[in-house]
């Protein structure tokens, strides 16, 4: 026993924890101690960060349990209450930051310190947030939106503010001139050089939204204008917890790298001159429950950065911002690029040979691959239709033709299928060097990577090689028809193609 | 780092890492540092000149948290945090008037906030003893490292992590000794203690005393 009230609260669930959009529930239990005046008993719920920065918090929802009235001591009043969980962000435990999800109770005392409680409790990955539409080739803003309208002189101070701010910059860009003037001419320069060796160096990054585990893809394409050494060229995807603690002089920002896994895109060698440099890869995003996050202290950043590295001359790089979110949300954004200029300047800048394009659904030939920007994900509970294991390959396609091909019924059905030994013929479309095995079997990675269609089919497939097929493998040409035995590993959702390993 | 699976620091019977930042009115609620001479200098019965407390010290060994200690014995007190580089007007709307980080009042400010007939109470990397006295009030000065001692440490410390004992279960405890490393390591800077306790709490799998960092 304690002050006027003791304050408890109770969860209906013994582990806390629920999903996005699922209704917490719980008890608020109230013991009163002595006589207390109340102006009210509150329950507000909000999540909160903690950790080595300053705390953020979402906003606050607020919602009376009981309204000012007269405590008599021994009273225990109890209020159940319910509320839909949020739907980001969702619990996370990492180094620098954690966010956690709370409800409070208090009892609202004149004069005197608010008798409260305070218990958090888990909030997983459950519906898709509703800024959560369009596609996966932009990052998608998930602050919330301002309630209330700013109003028209709120606006009007913000314009004059920031003239204010421009002709300060102004100013100041007059005496910093040549400073301004020499960097630029610099990144002019290097921009030009690089430019004399690559020429245009096309690279798509079609997936800016990813999922954790997720087989991330990234094409680059460039002809060489000279020949020129490199030492290789190579990806790193990197995620960092930044937080910041104090203000003004004072603050210190504090970073915790997450992960950082660098992947070989191609080895050093020389360039020549005309050569069309024409590499793909596909690397598993890291597991991890480190979703992109971003609040005014505290962020988790993942981002993907190329580099061509050129011994003796300026190295060609560029980086992307990527936003890691749970598997549950993509469920709300289509796999495909979004604009058909989008996937136009893909196609023309990484594939003329229609590798990019191929993904054109087997069940419906004269489906324009560009119109892919308009689908949405089948959004069809999947539980509610779970695919048969297919027992051939032709069983396997038949099963993925009878669902949209934005389903995500197709990831499942080829899920379905692994592990099952099948024989397959295929037209080979080209055959490369495997690089970074998405079968997590090393011994494939000295092997090939053969692309082509299915015979009998229009449905692509992409088989891991065993190295012990690289002779016949040579051997073969595009066109040409190659027999194995096939394992199905995945759907890959950006090709429309299996992906499968030789067994 | 795998997706989430339990409440934050429950291994520890602790709702948090007790080491990381904390809000203002945590900190106030944490601030374990004796205040009972600032205090009775401030309540002294009033004089032509309202008493200054001033609170002197580097940066992490402990002003704020005077002053926040403070704050809570003074309900009706107004507080002020002087930014770098910024013009900001102090409250003295107050009774005693709070400012920290009063190194960066201008000289103007000064002379008009000595001036005030409010009890003062500042926060500072500098001395102002002697333009306050030279503006009649009693000065009082406080090393803001008095309270670095080990046993200091080591309570300060332990307070710290029963404040987020998530129930009635034990919690880890620091050992004087680790205080005592701390004090030699860091001297009197306590946040660069916090820092390396918060690292120490984040690599704790199972619950445990803190017997050395």
């Known amino acids: 026993m304690s002050g006027k009230c003791d304050v408890r609260i109770v969860f209906d669930r013994n582990d806390r924890t629920w999903r996005g959009g699922e209704s917490v529930s719980g008890r608020v239990i109230v013991t009163v101690n002595q006589e207390t005046k109340s102006n009210g008993i509150r329950l507000t719920h909000t999540w909160k960060t903690h950790g080595r920065g300053n705390t953020d918090s979402g906003p606050k929802e607020t919602e009376v349990l009981q309204e000012a009235g007269l405590l008599s001591p021994g009273q225990n009043l109890e209020f159940a209450f319910s509320f839909p969980a949020p739907l980001f962000p969702v619990t996370y435990h990492g180094h620098l930051i954690h966010i956690d999800h709370y409800v409070s109770a208090d009892v609202d005392v004149s004069w005197a310190r608010n008798p409260s409680a305070e218990e958090d409790y888990i909030v997983l990955p459950g519906l898709v947030p509703p800024q959560f539409t369009g596609t996966r080739d932009k990052v998608v803003s998930l602050k919330p939106e301002s309630k209330e309208d700013s109003g028209l002189i709120f606006k009007a101070i913000i314009v004059l503010l920031l003239g204010a701010i421009l002709v300060a910059v102004a100013m100041l860009a007059i005496v910093l001139l040549p400073i301004v003037v020499i960097v630029t001419v610099w990144l002019w320069l290097k921009s030009q050089a690089l430019k004399m060796r690559l020429g245009q160096v096309e690279l ?95 962020s988790i950043k993942w981002t993907a950065e190329v580099r061509i590295d050129i011994p003796r001359f300026p190295d060609w790089t560029t980086s992307e911002t990527l936003q890691l979110v749970p598997t549950e949300f993509l469920g709300g954004i289509t796999s495909a690029p979004a604009s058909e200029k989008e996937l136009h300047s893909a196609a023309n800048a990484v594939n003329t040979d229609e590798d990019w394009d191929a993904p054109e659904d087997s069940s419906s030939p004269n489906t324009d691959s560009r119109k892919r920007s308009t689908h949405l994900i089948d959004d069809q509970p999947t539980s509610l239709r779970r695919p048969q294991k297919a027992a051939s390959i032709l069983d396997l396609v038949a099963q993925l033709n009878e669902v949209s091909r934005h389903s995500t019924l197709r990831t499942e059905i080829v899920r379905a299928a692994a592990g099952t030994l099948m024989s397959v013929s295929i037209t080979i479309e080209r055959t490369v060097t495997t690089i970074g095995s998405m079968a997590g079997d090393e011994s494939y990675d000295s092997g090939k990577t053969v692309t082509g269609t299915i015979d009998g089919t229009r449905q692509l497939i992409q088989v891991l090689a065993k190295p012990a097929s690289n002779p016949v493998l040579a051997s073969l040409q595009s066109g040409d028809s190659w027999q194995t035995n096939i394992t199905p590993i995945e759907w890959d959702t950006l090709y429309n193609r299996i992906n499968a390993k030789e067994v | 780092m795998k997706p989430v699976v339990g409440l934050a620091f429950a291994h520890l019977n602790l709702r948090r890492n007790p080491f990381g930042e904390l809000s203002a009115q945590e900190r106030g609620q944490l601030a374990i540092v004796e205040i009972s001479d600032i205090t009775a200098f401030l309540n002294q019965p009033s004089t032509n000149h309202a008493p200054a407390v001033q609170i002197v010290g580097e940066k992490g060994y402990g002003k704020t948290t005077h002053l926040l200690a403070l704050q809570n014995c003074y309900p009706r007190c107004t507080y002020t945090w002087m930014p770098e580089g910024e013009y900001v007007s102090v409250n003295t709307n107050g009774d005693p008037v709070f400012v920290d980080e009063a190194q960066r009042l201008s000289r103007k400010q000064q002379a008009s906030l000595w001036r005030e007939n409010k009890r003062l109470v500042l926060g500072t990397h500098d001395d102002f003893s002697v333009s306050l006295r030279f503006a009649g009030r009693p000065v009082l000065t406080i090393e803001a490292r008095r309270h670095t001692s080990p046993a200091q440490v080591y309570e300060i410390l332990n307070e710290r992590i029963r404040m987020f004992r998530r129930s009635p279960e034990p919690v880890p405890e620091v050992s004087l000794t680790v205080a005592e490393q701390l004090c030699e390591r860091y001297g009197s800077d306590i946040r660069a203690m916090l820092g390396c306790l918060y690292e120490h709490f984040q690599s704790m799998k199972d619950f445990e005393d803190v017997r050395k960092v």
Do not use: C
Request: glycine share 8%.
């Open chain 1, 204 to 298: 798509s990054m079609p997936l800016k939204v990813v999922a954790p585990g997720e087989s991330w893809p990234l094409k680059l394409k460039f002809t060489a204008r000279r020949s020129f050494m490199i030492n290789s060229i190579s990806l790193k995807i990197s995620g960092i917890e930044s937080a910041a603690s104090g203000s003004g002089t004072n603050k210190t920002t504090h970073t915790h790298q997450l992960a950082l896994e660098s992947h070989l895109i191609r080895e050093g060698g020389v360039v020549e001159a005309g050569e069309t440099v024409e590499e793909s890869i596909q690397v598993p995003f890291p597991e991890t429950g480190a979703y992109s996050f971003e609040a005014a202290d505290n």
